[in-house]
Structures are given as C-alpha cells and as structure tokens.
C-alpha cells in the first residue's frame, strides 16, 4: 500500500467525522463489499443517503459529471459534492438486480432494457465532456499477454462496428447488475462511467455479469444467447452486433484487468466462450 493510501485511510475517520456535522448526516454504517471506494449508507433529516469517498478524486469528478448529464434519466440524484467526496440519494430498498439471477434473468433483461432506454434520451454534453468508445478501444491496438488471435478477432470485429455504427447516445459504460438498484415501484442506476457511443454497446457489460455466478452456471452459452435475443428486439439490432459487442468488450476488459493488475482469469473465460459462440 502507498504512502498516500496509509494517510488517507488514518484521517478516514475524521473526515466521515467532518462530513457527518457539514451535511448533518446520522446513522452512517458502510455499505458491504467495498470495493475501490469507501460507501456509507445514512441519513440527512429523512433523505436516505449514500455518502461515497475516494481516494481518486479524479475518478469523483468524473462520475458527478456523468451523474449531473444523465439528471432526470434515470441515475441517482447528487444531493452535495466536494474534493473526493459525493453524497448522493440512496435507492430504497438499494437491491441489485443481482438478486434476480439466474431465477428471473428474463424480467432483468427487460428492467435493465428500460434503465437503458432512459439513459439514452439524455442529450450529450457540447463541451466534449466524456469521451468516445473509439477512445476506449485504442487499447486494443497495444501490445498485450493475451492470444494474438483473440487481439486480431477483437480490432478487426471493432472496426467494423465502428465503421458501421448507429447514432452516438451518451452511455453508461459499465450498466450491469450492481449498478441496478430497487427503489420503490422503480429501479435507479448507479456509478456512471460516461462515454459516447452508439446503444448495442452498452449492453456487453450486463451480458457478462454478474461475476463470477454467470459462468458457474452449466448452461452458460444458452443465457448469453437469450440476453442477446431479448436485447436485440429491445433495441431493435442486430444479434450479431450485440454479439460481436460482447467479444470485443470482453477483451478490452482483459486488457483493463492486465493493466490493473486484477486476476484475468475470469474475463479471459469468458472470452475463450465468447469467441466460440462467435465463431459459430
């Protein structure tokens, strides 16, 4: 762990301390399976609450960016924001749609097809605020640990979906699962990446959660075919493209992994499966 990480984690506690009589928050406890960033659950007055705090402050700016663009569509309300903090609404009863697999995948195909649809009609920032999918993956063309035939299917299929592409809409980037959330009759999204790009995209990301439970399941092949059928009559694309999508964006996320220093073997699974369904 880094110097900077050490410190932070020492002054967490003040700063959850500053925080909760700045915004008079009560009843903070955090949220399970943390990941990157630290997340409390609370209350201001009666507003339930999630308080967000990073170390990446960078990564903060860029997921209120986001959050404010797609404000009206669907995503979480911000309720404050500072340097390496976000308080934002929090989804009551705050279930994923992990919950739903394998029992009910159908109606969370259908509930995040119309998460989706409502993400898409925010109009795009004019200040070139996010960037392009094409941006994303210029990762491709680097050298990386993984198959050369995986790399080549990979650029040669995403350029020709780039080349053939539908009308850019303002994307999620990682609509999947746990960025699903219950709240009340409805269902509110989470974690924005904020990237530009036509829609058959966005849906790669749900179609390879959640991880790892989808391929522990024996009929892994058939659910990613179904999820590509339901999608394609949600959209009203192509199968083959949403299925070329889901190749290409699995070995993009193989070589994030590498980068990151996570285990691949997962995604690298995944894509073995991917590249035999595509080749089919």
Same mark, same amino acid.
């Given at each position: @762990?880094?110097?900077?990480?050490?410190?932070?984690?020492?002054?967490?506690?003040?700063?959850?301390?500053? @925080?909760?009589?700045?915004?008079?928050?009560?009843?903070?406890?955090?949220?399970?399976?943390?990941?990157?960033?630290?997340?409390?659950?609370?209350?201001?007055?009666?507003?339930? =609450?999630?308080?967000?705090?990073?170390?990446?402050?960078?990564?903060?700016?860029?997921?209120?960016?986001?959050?404010?663009?797609?404000?009206?569509?669907?995503?979480?309300?911000?309720?404050?924001?500072?340097?390496? @903090?976000?308080?934002?609404?929090?989804? *009551?009863? !705050?279930?994923?749609?992990?919950?739903?697999?394998?029992?009910?995948?159908?109606?969370?195909?259908?509930?995040?097809?119309?998460?989706?649809?409502?993400?898409?009609?925010?109009?795009?920032?004019?200040?070139?605020?996010?960037?392009? /999918?094409?941006?994303?993956?210029?990762?491709?063309?680097?050298? #990386?640990?993984?198959?050369?035939?995986?790399?080549?299917?990979?650029?040669?299929?995403?350029? !020709?979906?780039?080349?053939?592409?539908?009308?850019?809409?303002?994307?999620? !980037?990682?609509?999947?699962?746990?960025?699903?959330?219950?709240?009340?009759?409805?269902?509110?999204?989470?974690?924005?990446?904020?990237?530009? !790009?036509?829609?058959?995209?966005?849906?790669?990301?749900?179609?390879?959660?959640? =991880?790892?439970?989808?391929?522990?399941?024996?009929?892994?092949?058939? =659910?990613?075919?179904?999820?590509?059928?339901?999608?394609?009559?949600?959209?009203?694309?192509?199968?083959?493209? /949403?299925?070329? #999508?889901?190749?290409?964006?699995?070995?993009?996320?193989?070589? #994030?992994? /590498?980068?990151?220093?996570?285990?691949?073997?997962?995604?690298?699974?995944?894509?073995?499966?991917?590249?035999?369904? *595509?080749?089919?």
């Amino acid at each position: @762990m880094k110097l900077v990480e050490k410190q932070w984690l020492v002054d967490l506690p003040s700063l959850i301390a500053q @925080m909760e009589s700045l915004y008079g928050l009560s009843a903070l406890k955090p949220f399970e399976n943390l990941s990157y960033n630290y997340v409390l659950s609370g209350f201001q007055g009666a507003q339930a =609450i999630a308080l967000k705090l990073g170390i990446d402050k960078d990564a903060l700016q860029r997921e209120a960016a986001a959050l404010k663009a797609f404000a009206g569509f669907g995503v979480v309300k911000i309720l404050a924001e500072s340097n390496g @903090m976000l308080l934002l609404e929090r989804a *009551v009863s !705050g279930v994923s749609l992990k919950s739903y697999f394998p029992e009910k995948d159908n109606e969370a195909v259908y509930i995040t097809g119309q998460c989706l649809k409502r993400l898409h009609q925010a109009p795009i920032p004019k200040n070139k605020t996010f960037p392009h /999918i094409k941006d994303w993956l210029m990762a491709l063309d680097q050298d #990386w640990p993984i198959p050369e035939n995986y790399l080549q299917k990979a650029r040669k299929l995403r350029d !020709g979906l780039l080349q053939t592409s539908a009308k850019d809409v303002l994307l999620h !980037g990682d609509l999947h699962h746990d960025n699903i959330l219950h709240n009340g009759d409805d269902w509110l999204v989470i974690d924005p990446k904020g990237v530009i !790009g036509e829609a058959a995209y966005e849906v790669a990301a749900f179609i390879r959660n959640p =991880i790892p439970e989808l391929l522990a399941e024996n009929t892994v092949e058939n =659910i990613i075919h179904h999820r590509i059928d339901l999608f394609a009559k949600i959209l009203d694309v192509a199968q083959q493209r /949403i299925l070329d #999508w889901c190749f290409v964006e699995a070995v993009l996320s193989w070589c #994030w992994d /590498i980068e990151d220093g996570l285990d691949p073997n997962y995604i690298r699974n995944l894509s073995i499966r991917l590249d035999a369904i *595509v080749s089919n």
